[in-house]
Structures are given as structure tokens and as C-alpha cells.
């Protein structure tokens, strides 16, 4: 028998009735809860009272069950073995979806992947980017990704925080999204403290954070926290995290608020300048002024002074862009239909048909899917979240030799390569001399860009991918994934 270290048993389990004819479930660890006439299994931890996980698996079709509704299989193409689920904490419920390697399950690391927005779902990761499938233009069917992540990791899709894609509450008293970027690192840690009691064979295999754009905040939070109750927790229950792996992400206003001058109005990527020299010059001139009152309001966070902030460099630095109609994913195309690509509105419907929420396992009280949540979006603005300098974790992270791997599609606006290399040539850690360094004086050629690093720190370009970068370099992102995992130069 294969060695899988996920015990794909609930399928024969599922759409049986006649449960003393279905072979009892080699469930043999402790954590065993309960398992109801859908298949779902609860799971719980004593240090994490609060919380419970409750999962199903998918796998392969099972021949012995006849039941006409499609299975995870058939609605995604090149899905393999794993689970959908809920964390649930209280009334709140984080969906998550779980496939396991396309290569060795029992030996590939475990990777969670994570959207940003703030307010966006990591179902756009699984569907669009890196996932088993990928959504067809007509919303109504999926096809196999041959380059997804699952082909070199085992990886979560995660939805957070409440609010966000298949995660839902069940208090009117809560809008989603409270708290901000820290509102989601317990319930994360929680989850990942109850998976590793329910599959321990998976501790043996290094753990990762990924994700993109607002993921530059989300991450280094999260992963600290992990990192910090690591600390004070015996050994058999750490979370063994190896690395983090952001893509364009947002780590610091005031660092990336003059990039938004330099990518559409000099040639820095290659195709510009996009916008005309008079809104250009305008846009010069404010640059200075939004770092100040930036600066200000990051010294004394009063939430006039933020807002002044935040609404000058808004109108100055970012309207002209949007104005322009030009995509601020990717500064190639035209912002085209919702979110700027018309997959985005393809993901949508798909998500929104019932037997895909039914074999992806959504629980009939979750909304009807959006790919970005405008309320967790503007609770997200009323604590001020986007002046966090996520920085500081970063910089905790690497100095306790958890690697990060920071990756950049160059024709992404919002969150873009000029503004990431002014944050990571200027972030003060150990290795900062020797990364600037190199970021000077030794860039390398790899065959999706250039890429440079010191110790446990690596950048990387993408020339020519906006801000979903295996979206538009599928080969060239699994490439740069596999080399991180497998701690191997770029070439
Ligand atoms: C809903 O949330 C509020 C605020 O957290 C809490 O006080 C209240 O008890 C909750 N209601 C229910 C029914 O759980
Ligand atoms: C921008 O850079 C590209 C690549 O280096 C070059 O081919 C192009 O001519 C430049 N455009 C302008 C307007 O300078």
C-alpha cells in the first residue's frame, strides 16, 4: 500500500448509511472526536478549548458508492487526496481546503497558502494561481493546473480572516474583519496546533507561510506569532516552521508609497513610461509630502493625521494610475472587468454553483462567494492596519533563521518590485550589509529574472508577471518554489 501520511478514509464513509458494513475508519490517534452521518470528523486540542477543526476527506472516486453528485475530483481536475474543513472558534468559521503532494506526500513540505486584499479569498490562489485546477473562462468548469505548488508541497488554501470567501460567522453583532491583521494569528496557530495532534507524522516535514500582496502583512505576523509560542511550548508541540514565501506583498506604506511614481512614470520596467509627463510631474512633487505626513501619522497614529495621510498620498499617488484604466495588477494589460481580469468574475460563478460548494465541503451557511470582502476591506481601514511596518517581524523571523523568499512580478503596480527593494534594501537586520550587498553589486541571472540573497533572505524578480505571479509565469513560479523548498540556487 502507498504510504500516505493522510489517511483518505471519510469518502467510503460519506455517502454510506450502513455504517456496520463500512470498514471501521483506521483512525488510531487519540483525537478522534466524532464522525456524523456527512463524513465529517471534529477534531479538538485540550491547550486550544475554544477551537475544534471539523474535516472531510476527497480523494479518488470510490466505485463502491453510488451517489450522482460530483466529487472534489470531478468539479477540479488534477485535485489529489486531502480534505475540506472549518476551524471553528465560537461563532466564527475559517473554511479551508488541504490537497496533498502531487509528488511525495509522506516527504514534501507543508505549505499554507494565504490571498491578502485585506479582505480577499485564498480561493483566487487555489482557482487562478497555484491550486490543483484552474477556473475556465465560462465560470461553469475548471481544468487541471500542471503547474500547481501541490506538484512539489502539500498545501492549505486558507480563508481568513472571518468574512473572507467560504469563512463565515453566526453573530449579527460581528461584521468580519475586526482587529485587523492580528486578529487571525491565534485562530491560525490554533489550526495548525490541531492538525499536527491529528497527523503528527506531518511534524516531520518543514512548514511553511505563502502568499501574496497584503500577505506581506499577514505573514510576518502570523509567522511570528508562530515563532514566539514556539518558544514557550515543549518541544513535541512546536510548529515546525521553516520559512515564509511572500509575493508582492505590502510590508511598509511610507517605504513603497514613491514606487508608485516610479512604475508607470519612468522606464523602470522596461515598458513604460505609461502615464503622461505632466501627471507625472505632478506626482513628483507629492511624493515627498505623503512620506512626511506618512511618517507623522506612523509617530503618532491619531486617526486625523492618518487620515490626511492617507488621503493625500491616495489622491496624488494612486489616482492617477487608476484613472488611467491601465491594471494595477499588471501594468501590461487593461484593467478588464472585476478586480481587472475577467477570471476573476469566472471564479465567482463557478464558486457560487452549489454542487462546487458541496463537494468543496462549504457549509450551507456561508455566503455566497465574493472574491474580495469591501466590509473586512473597511474594518481593516477603520484600525488603520495598512500603516503597520511589517518589518519588524521580518526582521525577528530572520534572526532566528526562519528563511523568507521574497518574489516580485515586475509588472505589478500596486505592490511592486521597486517598492519591495527599497523595503528589503533598507530593512535593518543582521544581514542587511551584506544584502544590500548584493542587491549593489551581485545580482544573479535566473531564466525568470534576476534574484540575489543573503543567508536566510532571498529575492527574487519575475520580469514580465503582475501581481499574481504564477498566473502569469506558471513555470517560472513553480521553478522558484521548488528551488526555495529544496534550499537550491536559482538558476
Ligand atoms: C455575539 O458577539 C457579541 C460580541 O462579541 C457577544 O457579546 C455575544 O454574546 C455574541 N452572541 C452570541 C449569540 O453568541
Ligand atoms: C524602455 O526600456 C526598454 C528596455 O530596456 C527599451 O527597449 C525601450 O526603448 C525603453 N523605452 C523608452 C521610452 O526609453
Known sequence: MKKSIWPVILVTLAASSAASSVPQAPLTDPTYEALDASGVRTLTHESHPDHSLTIKAHGPKNPSIESDAP?????????????????????????????????KPAEDPLVLWLNGGPGCSSMTGLFMELGPCTVNEDGESARENPHSWISAANVFFLDQPIGVGFSYHTNDSYHGGEGGTFAASEDIYAFMRLWYKAFPESRSLPF????????????????DHINE???????????????????????????????????????????GPLLESSVCDKMS???????????????????????????????????????????????????????CYPIMTSITNFLRKNEVREAF???????????????????????????????????????????????????????????????????????????????????????????????????????????????????????????????????
Not at 88 to 95: L, S
Not at 209 to 223: C, K, L, N, R, W
Not at 299 to 311: K, N, R, S
Open 71 to 103: 466529487t472534489l475530483g470531478d468539479i477540479c481536475p488534477g485535485a489529489t487526496s486531502g480534505y475540506t474543513g472549518y476551524l471553528n472558534h465560537g461563532d466564527k468559521h475559517f473554511y479551508f481546503a488541504y490537497f496533498e503532494s502531487r509528488s
Open 208 to 223: 511553511s507561510i505563502a502568499g501574496e500582496s497584503y500577505g506581506g502583512h499577514y505573514i510576518p505576523v502570523f509567522a
Open 229 to 271: 509560542m514556539n518558544k514557550i511550548v515543549t518541544l513535541d508541540e512546536q510548529i515546525p516552521l521553516e520559512s515564509v514565501l511572500i509575493g508582492n506583498g505590502i510590508f511598509s506604506d511610507t517605504k513603497q508609497a514613491s514606487s508608485y511614481y516610479d512604475i508607470p512614470c519612468t522606464n523602470v520596467t522596461g515598458i
Open 285 to 339: 512633487r507629492a511624493v515627498g509630502r505623503c512620506e512626511l505626513l506618512q511618517d507623522a501619522c506612523h509617530h503618532f497614529p491619531d486617526p486625523l493625521i492618518c487620515q490626511t495621510a492617507e488621503g493625500y498620498c491616495s489622491e496624488e499617488l494612486e489616482r492617477p494610475y487608476f484613472n488611467s484604466g491601465l491594471n494595477y495588477y499588471d501594468i501590461s494589460r487593461p484593467c478588464d472587468g472585476y478586480l
Open 361 to 491: 465541503g462549504v457549509d450551507k451557511a456561508a455566503p455566497d462567494f465574493v472574491g474580495c470582502s469591501n466590509k473586512v476591506g473597511r474594518e481593516f481601514q477603520k484600525v488603520n492596519d495598512f500603516i503597520i511596518d511589517t518589518r519588524p517581524y521580518v526582521k525577528n523571523l530572520l534572526h532566528s533563521g526562519i528563511r523568507a523568499l521574497i518574489y516580485v512580478g515586475t509588472y505589478d503596480w500596486i505592490c511592486n518590485f521597486v517598492g519591495n527593494e527599497r523595503v528589503f534594501g533598507s530593512l535593518v537586520w543582521k544581514g542587511l550589509p551584506d544584502f544590500r550587498y548584493q542587491q549593489e553589486n551581485n545580482k544573479k541571472v535566473w531564466s525568470g529574472g534576476l534574484w540575489w540573497e543573503s543567508g536566510p533572505l532571498r529575492y527574487a524578480r519575475v520580469n514580465g508577471a503582475g501581481h499574481m505571479v504564477p498566473w502569469d509565469k506558471p513555470v517560472e513560479a513553480l521553478k522558484l518554489f521548488k528551488a526555495w523548498l529544496d534550499k537550491k540556487e536559482l538558476d
